[in-house]
């Protein structure tokens, strides 16, 4: 029951430790080595050290709304697992709200919610409301309190119809808005989403992102947000952390990321019969071609809707579908064009790959 | 020809998986050797009292044990072998995208599951048995055409096996919760395939019982090959009479549970 | 907070947690009831196997058979209680594998309690009626002079097996911390264990014996004890005050056993497997 106690402008009291509101999650300069063993022969093994994170700092504000994207294996997992308490970094300094997560994880856990996208934190064989239940008791939610917040989440994420069925019965997108609910009932504030969108039809993102607008801005709760979709971020956050290798490579605006990256949507039309690539002048190019099916770049920030009339007009369209830029694209592109980084070590450019795995020699059974 | 290789192929995919988990065969070769152990000693005491109980003299009640160790996880005498993912898939619904396989559902799982036990002999059965061998008295034959006999007795109980554990499986199309015909499979298949004491041990009447019913192919007719208690032939055709039987009343199921699946649409 | 808090903490999250499985289990009776009908059957063939010994011979290792039956009845029963209470703990190393381990560290309980409550399978009941049942035809058939003492030991016997039996299964979850697919190395131990303890110690060599005396002391669950309560030498000539070391043994037991858990942990944590 560790709530801080607001006692003057801009700062927090947790357990008498000072909180500021700028640096509510602060991480310094943290690290995670992994040792990997890999098979190399019948009996022999090789002991591999990974920087699965590498000395990252950054602070966010209560309150703040960011995405935390990069491509897989980036070390984006890691920062969050670091940041709930689940795993130990090697190396730095983590507080969250004045909490160090490793040290004091049963009572950080009060204080923060987590969903992770690919894995339920609801009791699989149970119907959802028994989760909740659970949770009320287990988080010791004042009974008022936790009926006011149940209430109110099963309306904003359209929960009532499925508060009787067993969770393994839910469809991705309503097992995702019964894990997020089931990480609000106790009033976090710190929520931090793991690829939260991952799956999900396009009604259900839509309904998740709403949800989580709304939440930032109603009741001030802190949301960090890992992705693959760009447009989760788009929608929802005013800053972006891009983590590539473990380190972090960009901190800003989103516009500045899409600008780094000069992004590109790809149109998909299947048209009647082969024919030579699509000629629409300087609104899109065509970048491939297979049979009748082929494929236009047009800028992201650019609007599908006259391409895809004038192709319509032009040519005999039998099926069209838009792909938005993936994020592996965007980083892509952003760590070709820009040199100039955040918090980037000098020796970043010249030796990345050299210090971040060292190939040491294990011993060779199990 | 063409199919023969498919379901060499399955079988190969089904040896390669179970291959792949070292950690858990190391830890299945303990545990067996443990249970031998325990087994092993309580069985010594059992033939001390009685000394040629069931025809077994005290090396054969040794070697009995070994081997029914080494045939534990190879014959999933208490299941966990095919069955457990195919009533999952029953359960699920997936089994309709199976039956439109132009592969054999039965044929297929048998090709699967032979080469699980294959593996599980190999990488599970062989090393609790040498232990066996090497720690305590055992009564093995020198005799190569034993051996080849016995090979040809142990392909048949893996085949009886499959059987029983496939019409097991089939049920989960009409029972709604599996749990049920799994503890049947567990019991019956601990107990009525001598896992728990040799069946020529069992009292009289019981005794006679229990060796003519298809669990007895699993392991007191490898054994009594192996030691040389029975003529090799009868063996093969009481092992392959039931091999027969269970698969052929496995098709007959199978083709109810298809229609039942089509009718349903799924 | 303290280790009495923790506790605390860890048995008030186990109670929440196991009261919802019961609740959800009991919600279908019938299937409940025939479950643990099953369950009866599966682990009365155990005995019955026991039984058939007996119809060839009137002695096993110099013990009667209601003398095999009272160790019988006591390690079933002592096991069927650690199973009951803690038996889920023994899918930990799947839950490494597939990441779920990982929502139970978000969670404000010792994950201990968590893991061990999860699930909580109450047809495993069928385990402890059917070794209380032998445990009865035991205590009924035994030629034994009881005095206050030996009636007493029954349920200290009891508790104790029950508490070092779910040592060994805190222990066997925290060795798939390191090696997830290695739960049949804690079956070696915890149904091993049972089945040796159901056997006379008389019957199995030395090596053995000392093995689960000294290093493993499973011994202590029913042996050793139950050898006061028969009037029988005790194994290995132990000394007379090792009947009343259960308790003790039990405490040491848990101490190791939360040890091994805590070490577990911690590698998760620092290399998140």
């Not at chain 1, 992201?300 to 599908?304: D, G, L, M, Q, V």
């Not at chain 3, 978000?106 to 010792?110: D, E």
């Given at each position: 029951m560790s709530k801080g106690v607001t006692v003057s402008e801009g700062v927090t009291v947790s357990e008498g430790v000072p909180v500021p509101e700028s640096a509510f999650i602060e991480v310094d300069r943290v690290e995670k080595v992994f040792d990997v063993r890999r098979r190399t022969g019948f009996l022999r093994r090789e002991l591999r050290r990974v920087r699965a994170v590498d000395a990252i700092s950054f602070t966010v504000a209560r309150g703040e709304m960011v995405g935390y994207i990069g491509p897989n294996g980036a070390g984006k997992s890691t920062t969050i697992k670091m940041l709930t308490g689940i795993l130990t970094p090697s190396g730095g300094r983590l507080r969250v709200a004045g909490i160090d997560p490793s040290r004091e994880r049963s009572r950080l856990a009060h204080r923060i919610g987590v969903v992770f996208g690919q894995r339920t934190t609801l009791w699989w064989d149970l119907p959802l409301i028994d989760s909740y239940r659970l949770m009320h008791r287990m988080y010791r939610i004042p009974d008022g309190r936790y009926r006011e917040n149940l209430d109110r989440l099963v309306e904003l994420l359209d929960l009532s119809a499925l508060l009787d069925v067993p969770v393994r019965q839910l469809s991705l997108g309503q097992r995702m808005r019964g894990d997020v609910a089931a990480a609000l009932l106790h009033d976090p504030e710190v929520l931090y989403l793991d690829e939260?969108?991952?799956?999900?039809?396009v009604v259900s993102k839509a309904r998740v992102r709403e949800f989580l607008r709304e939440l930032n801005s109603e009741r001030g709760t802190t949301v960090l947000l890992t992705t693959h979709d760009l447009q989760d971020i788009e929608q929802l956050c005013s800053r972006v952390m891009v983590i590539d290798h473990g380190r972090l490579v960009y901190d800003g605006a989103l516009a500045g990321l899409h600008e780094a990256g000069e992004s590109e949507r790809t149109l998909v039309v299947d048209l009647a019969r082969e024919l030579p690539p699509v000629d629409v002048g300087e609104a899109a190019r065509v970048v491939r071609v297979e049979g009748p099916r082929q494929w236009l770049a047009f800028p992201?920030?650019?609007?599908?809707a006259p391409l895809v009339a004038r192709i319509a007009a032009e040519y005999p369209l039998v099926d069209l579908s838009v792909r938005e830029p993936d994020i592996e694209a965007v980083i892509a592109r952003m760590l070709s064009t820009t040199t100039d980084a955040p918090n980037s070590p000098p020796e970043r450019e010249t030796d990345r790959e050299a210090d971040r795995e060292t190939v040491v020699p294990g011993p060779g059974n199990s | 020809m063409g199919s023969a290789r498919l379901y060499a192929a399955v079988a190969a995919g089904g040896f390669r998986r179970y291959a792949t988990y070292r950690v858990a065969t190391a830890a299945g070769v303990f545990t067996n050797t443990v249970f031998g152990l325990i087994l092993v000693y309580t069985y010594l005491a059992l033939w001390d009292e009685r000394p040629h109980l069931g025809g077994y003299d005290q090396a054969q009640a040794v070697t009995y044990v070994w081997l029914g160790q080494a045939l534990f996880a190879t014959l999933a005498i208490q299941g966990g072998g095919f069955e457990t993912e195919l009533m999952e898939r029953i359960r699920t619904g997936e089994v309709a995208v199976d039956l439109y396989r132009p592969a054999d559902l039965q044929a297929w799982w048998l090709a699967s599951d032979l080469g699980r036990a294959l593996f599980q002999l190999l990488g599970r059965g062989v090393l609790p048995f040498v232990f066996g061998a090497v720690f305590f008295p055992t009564a093995l034959p020198l005799d190569p055409v034993t051996w080849l006999a016995f090979g040809v007795t142990i392909a048949l109980a893996m085949v009886v096996s499959f059987g029983i554990r496939f019409l097991v499986a089939l049920s989960g199309f009409w029972l709604m919760d599996g749990t049920g015909a799994v503890q049947v499979l567990m019991v019956t298949g601990m107990f009525f395939s001598g896992m728990a004491l040799p069946l020529n041990a069992f009292p009289r009447p019981l005794g006679d019982i229990v060796t003519l019913l298809p669990w007895s192919a699993l392991l007191q007719m490898p054994a009594d090959v192996l030691m040389g208690r029975t003529d090799p032939l009868p063996a093969f055709a009481f092992q392959a009479g039931w091999a027969v039987v269970l698969l052929a009343v496995g098709r007959l199921v199978q083709g109810a549970a298809t229609r039942r699946v089509v009718v349903q649409g799924g | 907070m303290g280790e009495a808090g923790r506790l605390v903490e860890g048995l008030r999250a186990y109670r929440l947690i196991a009261g919802m499985w019961i609740r959800s289990t009991l919600a279908y009776r019938v299937s409940f009831a025939l479950t643990v009908a099953g369950g009866l059957m599966v682990t009365g063939l155990d005995f019955v196997a026991i039984l058939l010994m007996f119809s060839q011979v009137d002695v096993l290792g110099g013990y009667t058979l209601p003398e095999v039956a009272f160790l019988y009845g006591l390690s079933a029963t002592s096991f069927g209680l650690a199973d009951l209470a803690i038996g889920s703990a023994g899918r930990l190393g799947s839950r490494v594998r597939d990441g779920t381990l990982d929502t139970l560290l978000?969670?404000?309980?010792?994950v201990l309690a968590q893991v061990a409550a999860d699930r909580f399978a109450l047809r495993r009941v069928s385990r402890l009626i059917q070794g209380a049942l032998v445990l009865g035809y035991a205590c009924a058939a035994l030629d034994v002079a009881w005095s206050p003492v030996k009636v007493a030991l029954v349920p200290v016997m009891l508790v104790c097996g029950g508490v070092i039996f779910s040592a060994v299964f805190v222990a066997g979850a925290a060795f798939q911390f390191v090696a997830q697919d290695a739960s049949e190395v804690q079956a070696a131990f915890t149904y091993g264990g049972q089945t040796l303890l159901q056997y006379p110690p008389t019957v199995f060599g030395k090596e053995l014996v000392r093995g689960v005396t000294f290093v493993l002391p499973l011994a202590f669950v029913n042996w050793v004890p139950a050898a006061h309560v028969l009037g029988r030498p005790y194994p290995l000539g132990l000394p007379q005050w090792a009947a009343s070391a259960p308790p003790l043994v039990a405490v040491a037991c848990c101490a190791v056993a939360g040890l091994a858990w805590r070490a577990g942990l911690r590698t998760y944590r620092s290399t998140g497997s």
């Open positions: 939260p969108t991952i799956g999900l039809d992201a920030s650019a609007s599908a | - | 978000v969670r404000p309980a010792p």
